[in-house]
Each structure stands twice: as structure tokens, then as C-alpha cells.
């Protein structure tokens, strides 16, 4: 095995072991009773989807590594790539990407505004990277989105009657 996919394997690990450990840290998140008491009537963090989230990030981690390995061993191209279906599937798939980063966003800056120092079980390391999460979830929303508003500009301006 070359060096690199070892390195590969190695920080991929160590990306799982983080994520399981989010994904028990949201688990044992919903049993606490001062996270639960501080949450506003009108504004909860939603723990199911952040927990959804982290499995989402558990399997496109192990795409990632099965991807990696097929590259490795030199796996071969498909020819045929239908481009009608591909372009539909490419669009859905930013929307869908858009509507799940957004949520992301949304949750961790509930999360982060509704926690309280002196609460013990939400005050774990796991919850710095769902705060980080969040926040590059907010970039690429906005990037999605932007991409969005800039494709619709340029066809509203290009294709004149």
C-alpha cells in the first residue's frame, strides 16, 4: 500500500471516530435536563436531523473510502454518461444539498445560542464540532445559493425573447 492512501486511511479513521462520537453525544443530548430546559418554546434544536446529519456524514465518509480504494486499484470508467438525466440529477442534488446545509446551519446556531456554560452534559468537546460543522455548512449554503441566484442572472439575461 502507497504512503498516501495509508495516510488516507489513517485520518479517515480518526474522521469516523469523531463523527460516532458526535452521533453518541447528540444521543445522550436528548436525555439531558438542563439542555432540555433551556431550549425556547419556539426555537429547538431539533437533535434527530443534527443526529441524521452525522450519519450523512458517516456514509459519504465511507463513499469517500470506497471511491478512493476503486481509484486505487484502477477501477474502470463507465463510457456511457447519459448528460440529459445527468444535468436533472445534478440540479435536484444541489437543491437537496442546499436545503440540508441550510438546515444544519440553522440547528447549530440554535444550538450554540440556546447552551448555558454551567449545563455539564452539553459541555463536551463534541459540541465544538457541531459549531464548526454549522458554520461551514452556512459557507457552502451560501455558495449553493449564490450559485443558484448567479445561473438564474445569467439565463434571465442570455435568453431574451
Known amino acids: 500500500m502507497e504512503i498516501h492512501y495509508a495516510i488516507h486511511l489513517f485520518l479517515a479513521f480518526i474522521c469516523f471516530f469523531i463523527l460516532i462520537s458526535v452521533y453518541h453525544y447528540l444521543d445522550e443530548l436528548k436525555d439531558c435536563a438542563c439542555f432540555i430546559e433551556n431550549q425556547h418554546p419556539k426555537y429547538k434544536v431539533n437533535i434527530s436531523y443534527l443526529k441524521f446529519y452525522q450519519i450523512l456524514e458517516i456514509v459519504a465518509l465511507v463513499f469517500f473510502m470506497i471511491i478512493l480504494f476503486l481509484y486505487k486499484e484502477k477501477w474502470r470508467k ?19 444539498l442546499l436545503f440540508i446545509t441550510g438546515l444544519m446551519s440553522y440547528y447549530s446556531i440554535i444550538m450554540y445560542f440556546m447552551t448555558k456554560k454551567d449545563c455539564e452534559c452539553i459541555n463536551k468537546w463534541q459540541k465544538y464540532i457541531i459549531y464548526i460543522q454549522g458554520a461551514f455548512n452556512s459557507i457552502y449554503f451560501l455558495r449553493i445559493f449564490f450559485l443558484f441566484v448567479f445561473v438564474f442572472l445569467l439565463m434571465a439575461f442570455n435568453y431574451k425573447a
Open 78 to 96: 463507465i463510457e456511457k454518461v447519459d448528460e440529459k438525466h445527468t444535468k436533472w440529477i445534478l440540479i435536484i442534488s444541489a437543491i437537496i
